[in-house]
């Protein structure tokens, strides 16, 4: 493996291994938590709502404890890279715009925050001319406002560009 | 024969010119599905299932719905096959197998041929399981109109100690997602009594975790963020399928009838059971590589590489729709989504179906007899079109396809809500298919959980909790001990495995 640079490691292997099977510990125990609040126990009429998902939990808990060991007494395992860093950019340039596409929806609907979407990928990691950046996006969405909206009638969330458009 | 005449009052349901024109469109639609990454059987059928809301109220809707809706997964089965051969990416997990020969041969000018070997295959792979469905649904519908709790959570069991059996993770990497899968399935109101469970007082949780969701996250964004990882660039061999190329290889193809019998066999009994159609391609290409003449030289671009795993995967991804419509038990995740269109639609899967909606059923077996054919040709003659799609640059397909997955979350509630669990289990996905969790479990446990526990708890109800109730008679003793096999097989090979290295 090279060192330095994009092809390094963001993350071991060894580290994933554990983060995760250490997030499912604890969702686990989460779920037998309320289980047990419930009444995992037999009740006058049947087993009582917790009882079929405290077992679940418990699964969920002896299994990522075993996956933690396994995770840990795996030498050959930990010196992999799970993610190398010229990855993880590439990873996080798509994400971390989704999450903020997808709070835009919530707020200014999906036809505009969409276009935004598309255009800022075209323009950004595709270097797109302008124009070919609005024409692509602006027609993918009338594309689905006439599939979805005028074929199909099922509404999209909108905004108020939709509501000065007269289109809701 | 009553299902011969079954059939063809079926035909008779399936040839209106309405449920014709959706065959194609769904073929068309699902191909493109197919070959699109990130967008799959399972998450595009997901996708498109809040469209069908309206078309499935009026008469005889459903059975069009279903029609559409189970044309993309044929769609996408044959989708997956292009990009594996042309682009050495397979578009679906279970054409992972098919790169291996498929590639080579594109390679070396031979793609019209491995085209064209994938498609028939398919198609005969298909084929085979159609006709096991004809025959064979209706005698386990019969046979399970006699089942009780007991034995309905004894198939459950059997399902999901089958995932731990045959899968290639770690077994408790796949006990940890499917047990994830159920806890979510527990979310919202319990099934019996109606009080709320692991809500933790939050609002949006009161209805549960819809897995429709969670499929086009886990399979939709998390498949979109893996493919980054790869580059943005998609370098092919450029196909061209003419008549010639097809008849040539057609005339070839009979020689390796041994081989298409043994994938579909492989892949019907892997459908039904399940294991799924990605063993099932895996598997059939071993046992071809073991008993071909050739088989030295398989990987290095032979057709019989190419026709063992496609017929295989088609087989088994066919096959799993015959649990699904006889027990309501679905043997693949796409099968999945499929009987949550079901109940969308107000049909109850199971036995009762093929009594109750016979129409639909025998609509729908007929469907699967021309949705087929119609896949074949739709494939054989637009090839050079559907690969052209995938030279569409990453940077405008990617939030395309980000986008027509967050318009399929927020359609199915229409809440906002989902769409942010689209995204928490897009990351899901990513992470898991890193570190080889297997995701059809936890999916079907999302979808079956409530009925899983459901009849659980209605057997202990009904045995006054004595567990012994799954093993008091034979039928539902036998099911229960090859689960428990099933699920301690892993055990059982390591300790031989230890035993014989002694």
């Known amino acids: 493996m090279t060192e330095g640079g994009e092809g390094r490691a963001a993350f071991r292997h060894r580290t994933a291994e554990i983060a995760v099977a250490g997030l499912f510990l604890a969702l686990g125990a989460l779920v037998v938590y309320d289980s047990v609040r419930l009444g995992m126990t037999w009740g006058a009429d049947g087993p009582r709502p917790g009882y079929f998902p405290f077992y679940v939990g418990m699964i969920i808990c002896v299994s990522a404890a075993i996956n933690i060991v396994r ?98 | ?89 397979p578009g679906e997990p279970w054409s992972v197998a098919t790169t291996f020969d498929g590639y080579p041969l594109a390679q070396q000018g031979r793609a019209g041929s491995a085209l064209t070997a994938a498609f028939t295959s398919s198609f005969v792979g298909a084929f085979v399981a ?20 007991p034995e309905f959570f004894a198939v459950y069991l059997l399902t999901f100690c089958a995932f731990v059996g045959t899968s290639k993770e770690p077994p408790f990497k796949t006990l940890a997602a499917m047990m994830l899968g159920f806890a979510l399935a527990a979310v919202g109101t319990d099934p019996v009594t109606g009080t709320l469970r692991l809500t933790f007082g939050s609002t949006h949780l009161l209805t549960g975790f819809d897995f429709l969701v969670a499929v086009i996250g886990l399979f939709g964004i998390g498949e ?43 892949g019907c009994f892997m459908g039904i059971v399940p294991g799924g159609a990605t063993p099932a391609s895996f598997m059939s290409y071993g046992v071809a590589r073991r008993f071909s003449k050739n088989g030295d030289k398989f990987g290095t671009g032979q057709i019989e590489g190419v026709v063992a795993p496609e017929t295989a995967a088609h ?8 649990p699904m419509i006889t027990l309501g038990v679905p ?56 690969a052209a799609i995938l030279r569409v ?21 229409n809440a906002i809500f989902d769409v942010w669990m689209m995204v928490v289990f897009g990351v899901l996905g990513y992470l898991f298919k890193k570190l080889q969790y297997p995701l059809a479990p936890l999916v079907l446990a999302i979808v079956l959980g409530d009925n899983a526990e459901a009849s659980f708890r209605q057997a ?23 689960a428990l096999l099933l699920l301690f097989w892993p055990l059982i090979a390591y300790l031989r495995g230890r035993l014989r290295r002694r």
């Open chain 2, 331 to 386: 043997g693949s995740p796409t099968a999945a989504v499929l009987l949550g269109g079901l109940m969308i639609w107000g049909l109850q899967p199971g036995p009762l179906l093929f009594i109750e909606q016979k129409d639909f059923v025998w609509g729908l077996i007929a469907s699967m007899y021309l949705g087929n054919i119609a896949g074949l040709i739709v494939v054989l003659t637009c090839v050079p079109l559907f």
């Open chain 2, 315 to 322: 087989a088994a991804g066919t096959a799993a729709l015959l």
């Open chain 2, 130 to 149: 159609v006709v096991v469905i004809t025959f064979l649904s209706p005698v386990v519908a019969r046979f399970a109109l006699e089942f009780g709790p």
């Open chain 2, 393 to 413: 640059p990453f940077s405008v397909i990617a939030p395309i396809i980000i986008v027509v997955c967050a318009i399929g979350a927020y359609t199915i509630h």
């Open chain 1, 71 to 168: 995770a840990v007494l795996l030498r050959a395992e930990a010196e992999k890279t799970f993610v190398q860093v010229g990855q993880l950019k590439m990873v996080l340039t798509v994400l971390v715009p989704s999450v903020l596409y997808v709070a835009l929806v919530g707020w200014i609907g999906i036809y505009v925050s969409s276009i935004l979407f598309i255009g800022f990928f075209m323009r950004w990691l595709g270097k797109y001319a302008w124009w070919k950046v609005a024409v692509v996006s602006v027609a993918t969405m009338v594309v689905f406002f006439l599939i979805f909206e005028v074929w199909f009638k099922v509404p999209l969330p909108k905004g108020f560009v939709e509501a000065w458009l007269r289109l809701n």
């Open chain 2, 460 to 482: 202990m109800l009904g045995s006054q909790g004595d567990m012994s109730v799954f093993f008091s008679k034979p039928l539902v003793g036998s099911m229960t001990a090859l």
């Open chain 2, 224 to 266: 979109i963020l893996l493919t980054l990882e790869e580059g943005l660039a998609f370098k092919g061999a450029s196909a061209r399928i003419n008549l010639k190329v097809v008849l040539e290889t057609w005339k070839e193809l009979p020689r390796y009838w041994m081989t298409s019998i043994r994938s579909s066999a492989v």
């Open chain 2, 1 to 89: 024969m009553d299902e011969i005449q079954s059939l063809i009052h079926g035909f008779g349901v399936a040839m209106s010119t309405k449920n014709l024109l959706l065959m194609f469109t769904g073929i068309v639609l699902g191909v493109i599905i197919g070959v699109l990454p990130g967008l799959g059987g399972a998450n595009g059928v997901a996708i498109l299932l809040p469209l069908t809301f309206g078309m499935a109220q009026q008469p005889g809707g459903a059975t069009s719905a279903i029609i559409l809706l189970s044309c993309i997964y044929w769609g996408a089965l044959f989708g997956g096959a292009i990009t594996s051969i042309l682009f050495n990416i």
